[in-house]
């Protein structure tokens, strides 16, 4: 496709639904807002990040998506739920719903280069043993597939993209389908005919998520402080557990879904039907017994292709320890 020709928008909408997203919105390429470019770098200021020091990494590649990729025109932002259809038994112990089933890297960066291809990204880019995401290809073809890894705001952009808006749990909401949802981005060398319109947020004067949160990682008018979420508390961080994470933590053992269930949006989440993202046999039978005895061998082959395996055996087993205090 020459510069100077646009895609069409329905066509990239058509194809993402068929490969299975549930959302998909484009968006001009630009510099993040200037307010929200502002507010990112006084988060980092402040030391909000805790020991995420990734989220500090290529800060002008995160606010400028032309940094990362020379030459992108048009971001189309995807969304893929995740809503669990089969939870795992009350009174033993949770993960939160996005580790349920394989690992969400793999499967989001498959479907998106898939759509790549499909819409016109050389398939040389994504053949095995390439790296697609490497700065010299990036320059060379102006095409970029992100998931999560790579410095890009995903909720900003998703929101920028119409499919929803960023809401007082810092999630991103989706109308009448709520917050659980992996995004992910497709970087276009070229514009489309016709780009979506933000979403203003619809959270009103709900606060549920606010109350919710077990540690009060969430306040209003006040920066996420991510060290007190338990979230990050359960997953991130490689050190102790705070005492307030312990106290909070109940039966959970990675993750947490509290602000995400409290949202009345998430009423209307229906179950994900993606093969990959149900939970294996074995997840499901276990056990707090089970659990308590976990050895090396047990982690991984429970977890194998798991997003858990970023907790690393050591970090589940503290988690596990922990809920005996």
Known sequence: ?????????SKIKAEAQRLGFFACGIAKAAPVEENVAEAYRKW??????????????YLEKRLNPALLVPGVRSIVSLAMNY????????GEYQLAAYALGQDYHDLMKQRLRELAVNIG??????????????????EETGWGVFCDTAPVLERYWAQKAGLGWVGRNHQLIIPHAGSMFFLGEVFLPFAVDVYD???????????????ACPTHAIIPDEDFHADRCLSYQLIENRGELSDEAKA????????CDRCQTACPWNRFATPNTEPALQPKPELLSMSKEAWHNLSVEDYRRLFK????????FDGLKRNIDATNN
């Open 305 to 312: 292709g798991s997003a858990v395996k970023r907790v690393k």
């Open 121 to 138: 990204a050389p398939m040389e880019l994504f053949q095995k043993g390439k790296k697609p995401q490497s700065a010299d290809e990036k």
């Open 83 to 90: 809503a669990p259809a089969q939870q795992l038994p009350e």
């Open 248 to 255: 909070a933590m109940g039966d959970t053992i990675y993750g």
């Open 1 to 9: 496709m020459k510069q100077d020709e646009k895609m069409i928008a």
């Open 44 to 57: 980092l200021e402040n030391g909000e990040e805790a020991s995420m020091a990734y989220m500090t990494n």
């Open 197 to 211: 319109t933000p979403m203003q947020s619809r959270c009103g004067s709900c606060h549920r998520c606010i109350d």
